[in-house]
């Protein structure tokens, strides 16, 4: 699995539980609409962002479109079943990790299948889940770098 899925959150719940999450669920788990859901989200802000980030992530989360018959489809069907069955062996490949993201587990990139001189991961410090808001800058840089590698050389 690439990503931290949901036990990566029940992980990360464990080791930084935020009441309001699980108040937010039982919510969700009794009236399963896509604003309970977006409430989930919202509260749980601090999973997806750095201290610092916090404040305008939970801005972003509570702005940000959800839908419930998506996350149904993805827990049945996808979180605890998905292994990816392709990679690119030559094709240019950014990753980009926040140095502090607690909600998707980083450490299957550094396995050999995803290791090659057409791989660029960047990490960025300071930015957790969602490092595009809090520190756009470097992501900005990361793709500026990736750029020369897909532009073919005469």
Do not use: C, K
């Not at 969700?28 to 509260?43: G, S």
């Not at 090659?116 to 300071?126: A, C, D, K």
């Amino acid at each position: 699995m690439l990503d931290g899925g949901p036990a990566g959150r029940r992980v990360q719940s464990q080791r930084h539980p935020l009441p309001e999450v699980d108040a937010a669920t039982r919510r969700y788990e009794a009236e399963r609409t896509d604003e309970r859901l977006r409430d989930i989200a919202v509260a749980s802000a601090e999973w997806n962002f750095t201290p610092e980030g916090v404040t305008v992530g939970r801005e972003l989360l509570r702005r940000m479109p959800y839908n419930r018959a998506a996350v149904d489809w993805s827990d049945r069907n996808f979180d605890e079943t998905y292994v990816h069955t392709w990679w690119p062996r030559t094709l240019p490949t950014l990753i980009i990790s926040g140095a502090d993201d607690r909600i998707v587990q980083q450490t299957p990139w550094t396995q050999p299948p995803f290791q090659g001189p057409h791989i660029l991961h960047r990490t960025v410090e300071g930015a957790a889940h969602f490092p595009w808001v809090e520190r756009p800058e470097a992501v900005a840089s990361a793709m500026r770098e990736l750029v020369p590698r897909m532009t073919p050389r005469p």
